[in-house]
């Protein structure tokens, strides 16, 4: 059994209040940090995901709200219990309403605090360490950092525990079989088949086929009877891979097996029960293609009940150095070679590329490079061989809008652990004119440091 404490992060600007939160709680056996503002919060959820966030309603500068709907707007799975005066109730009731998870009037007692602390937690999976929750089985093949990536974790384990149908939005190599196989993995199925098709790699003709089975003779060449997948499938999960490109007619059909829980085998006249539970991914924007007429808005409405977004690399860039180094070992196995890693200039340039075949462009790099290696440290000449000099660097200051500063100086304090001379160099400026702008956007880079203990 682990030692590991959930995390819960404070925000209050009265500091006695938040040493006597910091003390209460750590006594009854929660990791706590506190902040005494809403901006520090929202600097500190740049780098760390908590459990649960409690912060007081009324503070200088931005408010608990405002706070809370930061945090939902990118974190919508994250708790928060907002602190409120008796004066506030209104406008803390209002709050509840809008999905704050619940509020504590002042002054409070401590086994009022602790109870709606533990009833919050129910609604975390587990509610357990970023270390921990990082190692949980079912999500062992996604390998990330980022809060985001971590906000979506948390809602695939929440649909896990049901059987509604998950549509997964993403781009090519983003990791959207991944994850259907991580919600499989979490859920009461899990000890049953999970089985994958591309929707759009297998012909009209054959695809009704392999997904409802043919009898013998339904056609030339059917020679025997076939199960479909949906068959195979059965008291497990299947995923149907770029649902957005099934033929319309063919969509008709699996509205009806949806609806009826039952398949008809080609060239059939009896339909078999199937229980299996249906995740669909799909890089397309499903609503412009119902607009078109090209999917069925029905169909829609069945596949997405719950839906996933899967961010492209390019925006979670702190994650490509832990990427790197899991194929890097990954493929050192498998080709028996013994490489420490990339050089320094080399893991710049793979962390500052524009990666648009996302994960699994870089996988496919991360392997050429060390199939061609013959020395223990990766060059930045076979980097920029293996990407073919496709690189593009981080978007340099002077070009970016003021309303992406503050992410990029997020993300490269990110990937260099707070280290502010590596940071300034990657932004290509000096340290001083580095330090002013994370004074501008009261950025500590501490805080950055602390985040890779």
């Known amino acids: 059994m682990s030692d590991a404490k959930p995390k819960i992060l404070i925000v209050d600007d009265d500091t006695d209040l938040l040493e006597l939160l910091t003390m209460r709680l750590t006594a009854a056996g929660y990791k706590v940090d506190a902040v005494p503002s809403a901006e520090a919060a929202l600097n500190y959820l740049d780098v760390s995901r908590p459990q649960l966030v409690i912060s007081d309603m009324q503070m200088s500068g931005m408010d608990g709200m405002a706070l809370f709907e930061q945090i939902h707007r990118t974190l919508p799975t994250l708790p928060v219990i907002i602190l409120t005066a008796h004066g506030t109730i209104p406008d803390a009731v209002t709050a509840v309403q809008r999905g704050v998870f619940g509020y504590l009037a002042k002054p409070f007692d401590s086994k009022t605090l602790l109870a709606n602390i533990s009833q ?17 089985s079912w999500r062992k093949n996604i390998i990330t950092q980022s809060a985001v990536m971590e906000d979506i ?15 997964i939005y993403g781009e090519s190599g ?3 079989e991944l994850f259907a196989h991580a919600i499989h993995d979490a859920s009461k199925r899990s000890d049953h088949p ?12 054959l695809l009704e086929s392999e997904l409802f089975g043919h009898v013998k003779g339904a056609f030339t060449g059917a020679v025997r009877d076939h199960k479909g997948l949906f068959q195979l499938a059965e008291g497990g999960t299947l995923f149907l891979d770029e649902i957005g490109d099934m033929p319309v007619l063919l969509q008709v059909k699996l509205l009806r097996v949806l609806q009826d829980r039952q398949v008809r085998p080609v060239g059939s006249t009896q ?21 078109a007429g090209t999917f069925r808005e029905d169909l829609y409405y069945r596949l997405d009940v719950v839906s996933l977004t899967i961010p492209v690399l390019a925006q979670r860039r702190e994650d490509i150095p832990l990427l790197i180094n899991y194929f890097l070992s990954t493929f050192s196995e498998k080709y028996q070679k013994n490489i420490n890693g990339f050089s320094p200039e080399a893991m710049e340039t793979l962390v500052a590329a524009s990666w648009p075949g996302n994960v699994r462009q870089l996988m496919n790099v991360v392997e050429r490079c060390v199939a061609l290696s013959t020395a223990p440290l990766i060059s930045p000449v076979l980097v920029y061989d293996a990407m073919h000099r496709e690189e593009e660097q981080l978007v340099s ?17 990110k990937i260099t652990g707070g280290n502010v001379t590596q940071a300034a160099r990657l932004a290509k400026r000096n340290r001083t004119e580095f330090y002013k702008l994370l004074q501008r956007y009261q950025l500590d880079p501490s805080v950055f440091k602390q985040a890779q203990i």
């Open 153 to 167: 974790l948390t809602r695939a384990g929440l649909v896990a525990e049901g059987d509604a149908s998950v549509l």
């Open 174 to 176: 983003v990791g959207k």
């Open 120 to 136: 919050a937690l129910k609604f975390v999976p587990g509610a357990v360490s970023q270390k921990e929750l990082s190692q949980a």
């Open 194 to 205: 999970f089985v994958a098709i591309n929707c759009a790699a297998i012909p009209e003709q």
């Open 271 to 291: 339909s078999i029960p199937v229980d299996v539970r249906i995740i669909s991914a799909t890089h397309r924007d499903l609503k412009t293609e119902i607009a």
């Open 397 to 413: 200051f002077e070009d970016a809008r003021r309303s992406f500063e503050r992410d990029y100086l997020v993300r490269v304090l």
